[in-house]
């Protein structure tokens, strides 16, 4: 069996990359790789995975963010804590340090002991090719440096873009730090065997961006689910009385839920639904939404929502397969990447409602039959929303083009992975 150094500092981490890494960890050795994680230590014991120790290499590093929130007395960044109401995080001090002075990100003080502890663990075994992801960059200039010291073959994985990434606008806050930025991903790319994009815009762009330096088109390989996830737990959760929306994953800057709720209002006017008819079962992180509270007081919400915070990602799971909708948001300016949440609703069986203009994100809704989409409009949502409550006080299934929808499995897309990490072994 061959060997692949996966080169990832946020593996304990929750969110959407942490688990596409841990489901390509899991079923790479099924596509002929034994897979050696690199990756920060794990400081919170929610987040830590029974996983083969031998195969997880935990480098500690400096984390400003982390000792700046112990200095104040304040829990870890990524500690999962109840939360009564919905609050937004603000974008403080630390992040204008990492923004300013840490390119190309905050994860940079953990290259080095990375680098070296990678050193000394290819003296005592043999690897076959190392593969990281990108974001955190950090992960893909390290990626690139192993795979040179070590003369193996590099694989970079681009699940959203570094420079010209349009969630990322103040990443990047002066020509000197965007000059930087390009520079340090063309190096990177220089290094790379192979280029994995997790969308059709990202490998266009980067296409676009770098094309001198690429050895071949990059290849595209979305994210996936794991129906194993879902037959592990119990039975379908039953479906509560009242109609369900949930949002299961970050809620951040542009990923804004003004319009969502401007068009709830609507439809709860029109219809005149009571908190007992409606629930929005809302989960995860809320960074960068200043004016939160005011937004849900105006628009009169606050009775019908259930916000349960962080929580671990299987119960996520089963509350996103107790709703009757899951609901995407998909900025108005980014065509390019594409929310791994619509993914996780295939696999629970739970129709999408995406807001979102025509991209991507709407093409795979319209193959796999997920779900509705409808513009940035308050009353295209609401009108999408009546439609989805409507079918579920029909009592039928939804109706999915399941063809598509295998094609998101991760057997299949683990195979991908796999058969890339062949091809740049057959390059060196």
């Known amino acids: 069996m061959k060997r692949v150094l996966i080169v990832f500092n946020s593996f304990y981490t929750p969110g959407m990359a942490h688990n596409r ?14 897979p050696v994680m690199l990756t920060d230590v794990c400081r919170h ?20 963010q982390y000792a700046y929130m112990k200095l104040r007395g304040e829990k870890g960044p990524n500690s999962a804590t109840p939360a009564l109401k919905p609050e937004s995080r603000a974008i403080g001090f630390t992040t204008f340090i990492n923004r300013w002075f840490l390119v190309p990100d905050k994860q940079i003080f953990w290259s080095s002991p990375a680098r070296r502890a990678a050193r000394a663990r290819g003296l005592r075994e043999k690897f076959d090719v190392v593969f990281a992801s990108n974001l955190p960059a950090t992960n893909g200039i390290t990626g690139a440096k192993i795979a040179r010291t070590l003369g193996l073959p590099f694989v970079i994985e681009y699940r959203d873009l570094w420079t010209g990434n349009p969630y990322h606008n103040l990443t990047h806050p002066t020509v000197l730090h965007r000059a930087l930025h390009a520079r340090l991903e063309r190096a990177m790319l220089q290094k790379a065997s192979c280029v994995s994009c997790l969308s059709t815009g990202i490998s266009d762009r980067i296409s676009e961006m770098y094309n001198d330096v690429l050895i071949g088109k990059p290849q595209i390989n979305y994210n996936f689910f794991d129906p194993d996830e879902f037959s592990a737990t119990a039975l379908t959760p039953q479906k509560p009385g009242a109609f369900t929306i949930s949002y299961v ?29 409606f629930r929005f079962r809302w989960l995860g992180l809320i ?74 994100v709407t093409n795979i809704i319209d193959r796999t039959h997920s779900g509705l989409h409808c513009p940035h409009d308050p009353d295209a949502v609401a009108d999408t929303i009546e439609k989805l409550w409507k079918h579920s006080l029909s009592g039928s299934a939804w109706k999915y083009e399941y063809s598509e929808v295998c094609k998101f499995s991760v057997d299949r897309a683990v195979a991908r992975i796999a058969g890339l990490l062949d091809e740049a072994i057959a390059r060196t």
Not at 21 to 34: A, N, Q, S, T, V
Not at 45 to 54: G, N, Q, R, T, V
Not at 309 to 315: A, K, M, N, T, V
Not at 325 to 349: T, Y
Request: net charge negative; charged share 25%.
């Open 249 to 277: 994953g970050a809620m951040y800057l542009s990923r804004n839920p003004e319009i969502f709720f401007r068009g709830l209002r609507m439809f709860i006017t029109r219809h005149q639904i009571s908190p007992g008819q």
């Open 45 to 64: 014991e929610p987040f830590k995975f029974d996983l083969p120790a031998d195969r997880v290499e935990q480098v500690p590093c400096f984390d400003l």
């Open 287 to 360: 960074v960068g939404i200043a004016d939160l509270q005011e937004m849900i007081h105006r628009n009169g919400i606050e009775p019908y929502i259930d916000f349960l915070g962080q929580i671990p990602h299987g119960d996520a799971l089963n509350e996103l397969r107790r709703s009757h909708v899951s609901l995407v948001i998909q900025s108005a300016d980014d065509a390019i990447h594409i929310p791994g949440k619509i993914f996780e609703a295939m696999g629970a069986r739970v129709p999408l409602l995406a807001i979102a203009n025509p991209c991507e």
């Open 21 to 34: 890494l841990l489901r390509i960890f899991r079923h790479l050795p099924r596509h002929g790789y034994e």
